[in-house]
């Protein structure tokens, strides 16, 4: 398998964790995320920047796991797993795309492509 994939998955992932972990403490570079609407982001966007990162370590070893990198959980889990995430960051392009905030839509699409193209090659072509 294309060992690119999985690394730039990790990599957009990771980048993306340090922004919603900011977020979430109150930096005020909110133009990147929810809509772009606040400086800093109020308190339930704040959790809701909290609850991504969880989300992203689940992706991160779904997709790893996928990948033949790590083994943490059962295979059907993580190919149909992996699948989902593609689902999700594919779906994800659309609202940043359009999003009113030009760093969102800039930023935020462009992650969101590397993330579903990322999961996309690791669901076709397993570990």
Do not use: C, K
């Not at 980048?15 to 972990?21: D, G, K, M, N, R």
């Not at 969102?104 to 992650?111: F, Q």
């Amino acid at each position: 398998m294309n060992e690119l994939a999985p690394v730039l998955f990790v990599a957009a992932l990771a980048v993306l964790s340090v922004l919603q972990l900011a977020l979430a403490f109150g930096a005020p570079w909110g133009s990147l995320a929810w809509g772009g609407q606040h400086r800093v982001l109020p308190g339930p966007l704040r959790i809701g920047s909290g609850i991504a990162v969880v989300l992203y370590v689940a992706f991160a070893g779904v997709v790893l796991d996928r990948a033949g990198w790590i083994d943490v959980v059962a295979e059907p889990v993580a190919g149909i797993g992996t699948w989902a995430v593609f689902g999700f960051a594919a779906l994800s392009v659309i609202p940043n795309a359009v999003s009113r905030s030009r760093p969102e839509r800039y930023a935020g699409t462009s992650a969101a492509l590397v993330l579903a193209a990322s999961s996309l090659a690791v669901a076709l072509n397993g570990a």
